[in-house]
């Protein structure tokens, strides 16, 4: 029996990026699997990895002790409903997200969160770059929600946050803001293409409002369209 070589310099037309291999096969972006790389926790053949270094199917590559399998793009969109955690660990017996997915999608990841009050779009995927890319604020992703504040919002504070924004402890937060309705003042479309923590309930909370729904209905290119509440369905993905 031989020993399978290692690849670094393979010209095999089936060789990939040791990177995007390991990015995909841990849901990390490739960035990140290179600092795996040049720490020398990922092996090839049993021989410590190299950056740029390309492999081929018949390469055993493993993450610490453990093999790694090669994985394929995944995205789902969720709708999710007003009670469940976006995480993987339930608290205090509030149920996750996890626990409206099958099994065999319980490795995918979300991209950004909505907290346990919140409902509506929650995108969940293995690829870490692109999970980067949604989030981060240098992409500039719109996300869209319906709010519903507990008294109607006065034209000043509307012209505070759309104009100028509203100082919290973490920065300033600046919200675009539509009448969901005409002439009703306490239901609001609100778009933001920043993520922080409860930023929306936070920017209103401060001016004296306690948003009583919140409901995320876009985020980037994607919209819960007719997704029912608890229901997913899987987007392709391309490369």
Partial sequence: MT?????SDSTDSSAQRLNKFVALALGVSRRQADELIEQGK?????QPAKLGQRITTTDIIRYGNKPLTAQTHQLILLHKPVGYLCSRASQGGVPTIYELLPTSLHHLKPVGRLDKDSSGLILLTNDGDFAHQM?????YKIKRYLVTLDQP?????????NDFGVQLPDGPSQLTLERQHEGD??????????????QIRRT???LGYTVTKLHRTDFGNYSLGDIKRGEFVKQPFTD
């Avoid at 989030?135 to 992409?139: A, I, K, L, M, V």
């Avoid at 919002?153 to 946050?161: E, G």
């Avoid at 609001?188 to 993520?195: C, D, F, K, L, T």
Wanted: net charge positive; proline share 7%.
């Fill in 153 to 161: 919002l006065q034209p000043l504070h509307r012209q505070m946050i």
């Fill in 135 to 139: 989030t981060h604020p240098s992409f």
């Fill in 42 to 46: 990922v092996t090839v053949n049993d």
């Fill in 3 to 7: 020993t399978p070589t290692q690849t």
């Fill in 185 to 198: 003042d306490h239901r609001w479309i609100v778009q933001m293409s920043e993520g922080r923590n409860r």
């Fill in 204 to 206: 209103f909370a401060a």
